[in-house]
């Protein structure tokens, strides 16, 4: 499945002219890979010397981490927190806010209070063709120990504005910087008006017949999937 057909325009990024080469640009998901994915290899031995594939050769786990786009953070921050959370300041030498505090009354019952809500800016407005949304989340299967940021789905055909990204920092207490360029939120856009309805159906005798062919087929190739299902993003 293609994001966009190649007579379908292009997903577009824009940002003002003093920002231009200076902050980090957006980019696709699949072009910068995790260090540590890279270095898995494609098959390991197990304990009894059989081997078998790693994550590496997993097709669903490879598509969630290199679908889309990645949006990094625009500028080196330095953040103080104390108070387990509930105290957080920060500091940046660049001429735009890289943070803003999030109103804590806006989530009061999330199980996160009382640590201190933020808002990431984002410098970059996106437009899709017309009838896609973009579906907004932390990068997937790409471990992040300083940001807890929220998912959202914004209908980015319509609404041309700045979509920034409230959520959580993970450290409790001390002082750090974060810097420029650190992925922020994975950009996914689909198409709208799927049908919202679903069958909840009873496994059938032609069901139950399809599900033994594949795992028949699987017995017999073990990359089944990958080699005749997967089709490649």
């Not at 098959?43 to 290199?66: H, W």
């Not at 055909?157 to 650190?182: A, C, Q, V, W």
Request: include cysteine.
């Amino acid at each position: 499945m293609k994001l966009f057909s190649p007579s379908e325009p292009k997903l577009k990024f824009y940002c003002d002219d003093r920002k231009t080469g200076v902050i980090p640009e957006p980019y696709q998901s699949r072009k910068v890979m995790p260090d540590w994915y890279k270095k898995l290899p494609n098959y390991a031995n197990r304990e009894d010397g059989m081997e078998i594939p790693t994550l590496k050769r997993c097709p669903p786990f490879l598509d969630a981490l290199s679908t889309g786009w990645i949006i990094p953070l625009a500028a080196d921050i330095t953040v103080k927190v104390v108070d387990n959370g509930a105290g957080v300041t920060w500091d940046t030498t660049f001429f735009e806010p890289i943070f803003e505090h999030h109103n804590m009354v806006q989530i009061s019952t999330h199980p996160n209070v009382p640590t201190i809500p933020i808002k990431v800016m984002n410098h970059w407005l996106i437009e899709t063709p017309p009838g896609w949304s973009c579906l907004f989340v932390p990068p997937l299967n790409r471990p992040d120990d300083i940001f807890d940021l929220f998912s959202g789905i914004v209908e980015t055909d319509k609404y041309f504005e700045y979509i920034n990204f409230p959520g959580f920092l993970k450290m409790r207490e001390g002082s750090f910087t974060i810097k420029r360029g650190h992925p922020l939120m994975q950009v996914i856009p689909f198409k709208r008006n799927f049908d919202k309805e679903a069958e909840i159906l009873e496994l059938n005798s032609e069901a139950i017949k399809k599900l033994q062919h594949t795992k028949d087929r699987k017995a017999s190739w073990f990359s089944l999937y990958r080699d005749s299902m997967w089709e490649k993003k």
